[in-house]
């Protein structure tokens, strides 16, 4: 079964939340496999699992916070291996504009690898309200019907 990694990081919860939004939106799609973790938790083999990696983090002085950087960084032994997969991004930030500083630089991190980012991402204000909860589940969704398609292409 096709598998969608949601991997990110969360100080206060913020981003915890929009995970598990773009999680249950994924898992209204029959036929898909959703899988949430800690990037703290995740190795470069559940990278390789995945069909599409979903990557989130708090904005961070503009940009993604730490360990989301350290799980990239180290997923340079398996450069080159991620290519072709579905990808997505999401960050919690006090800003719009600090956010989608943040966001490019996710987008950035999952291009360099080949992957194929959906959509714009999505971003939340601090703790995301109801629209923003929405807003991840439709981008959870929607990445999910991609993953579909494209792994039945392949069949
Ligand atoms: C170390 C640190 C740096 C931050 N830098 C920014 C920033 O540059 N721009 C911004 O808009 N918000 C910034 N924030 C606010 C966080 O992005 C915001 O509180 C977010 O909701 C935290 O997400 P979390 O609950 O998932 O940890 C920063 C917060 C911390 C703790």
Redesign the pocket.
């Known amino acids: 079964m096709p598998k969608v990694l949601v991997v990110?990081?969360?100080?206060?919860?913020?981003?915890?939340?929009?995970a598990e939004a773009i999680a249950a939106g994924a898992r209204e799609v029959k036929g898909i496999e959703v899988i949430v973790k800690r990037c703290e938790e995740t190795s470069n083999a559940d990278l390789l699992n995945a069909d599409a990696i979903v990557l989130g983090?708090?904005?961070?002085?503009?940009?993604p916070?730490w360990p989301v950087k350290k799980l990239i960084d180290e997923s340079i032994d398996v450069y080159g291996k991620l290519r072709g997969k579905l990808g997505g991004v999401f960050?919690?930030?006090?800003?719009?504009?600090?956010?989608e500083i943040?966001l490019k630089g996710l987008r950035d991190m999952l291009e360099e690898h080949g992957i194929r980012v959906v959509g714009e991402g999505v971003l939340?204000?601090?703790?995301p309200n109801k629209k923003a909860l929405e807003s991840c589940k439709e981008y959870g969704r929607r990445i999910a019907e991609e993953v579909l398609k494209t792994s039945s292409i392949k069949c």
């Open positions: 990110y990081y969360s100080k206060t919860g913020h981003t915890a939340m929009m983090s708090p904005t961070y002085f503009r940009l916070a960050t919690s930030t006090a800003t719009r504009s600090d956010g943040c939340a204000i601090r703790t």
